[in-house]
T-cell receptor
């Protein structure tokens, strides 16, 4: 079975540009999480969805960040406009059921110049 | 909010040695997860623990859910070079989100 799929794996963009990160969850998993990982702050939960509905977006740093899950097979995290401090690795993780194991994708390494 | 502490922060060991690391919190948890992250990759789940006192093995890895529900331990026996990486613990309390520790960076010397 395919695991969590993320694209792109690497993204380099200039400050002010719009960035869209994509995630395809493991089939049948009803929870989807977006995390950001930096050396300084470690793994931070940005937002999570249950059955395609956003449940908790309190970790989204600013209004420049938005996430959608239009169906059970796809989610996006968008940053508009991007800033250099957004440079990080962004992970999507999915799980089946509340409190169950989360399975991570390979991540998208974002560099904003 | 809830926070997890992991110790040691980093460790250098000789190939073949056993490794012990732990994760502690001032809060109780219902679930503990242990992950390993290789450079440039996402965290990979190693072991999941769901019950206080539970001891679970996965090959050379053994993890325990502390009896106080505030800590967990991960042991690696007979380390090999591919054990190199960052090991994260994560704790979950009903109705909350998973909280991740800062990680233990393991280096294995040949």
């Amino acid at each position: 079975d395919a695991g969590v799929i993320q694209s792109p794996r690497h993204e380099v963009t200039e400050m002010g540009q719009e960035v869209t990160l994509r995630c395809k969850p493991i089939s049948g998993h009803d929870y989807l999480f977006w995390y950001r990982q930096t050396m300084m702050r470690g793994l931070e939960l940005l937002i999570y969805f249950n059955n395609n509905v956003p449940i908790d977006d309190s970790g989204m740093p600013e209004d420049r960040f938005s996430a959608k899950m239009p169906n059970a097979s796809f989610s996006t995290l968008k940053i508009q406009p991007s800033e250099p401090r957004d440079s990080a690795v962004y992970f999507c993780a999915t799980g089946a059921g509340e409190g169950n194991e989360q399975f991570f994708g390979p991540g998208t390494r974002l560099t904003v110049l | 909010g809830q926070q997890l502490n992991q110790s040691p922060q980093s460790m250098f060991i000789q190939e073949g040695e056993d490794v012990s690391m732990n994760c502690t919190s001032s809060s109780i948890f219902n679930t503990w997860l242990w992950y390993k992250q290789d450079p440039g990759e996402g965290p990979v789940l190693l072991i999941a623990l769901y019950k206080a006192g539970e001891l679970t093995s996965n090959g050379r890895l053994t993890a325990q859910f502390g009896i106080t529900r505030k800590d967990s331990f991960l042991n690696i026996s007979a380390s090999i070079p591919s054990d190199v990486g960052i090991y994260f613990c994560a704790g979950y309390l009903y109705g909350q989100n998973f909280v991740f520790g800062p990680g233990t960076r393991l280096s294995v010397l040949p």
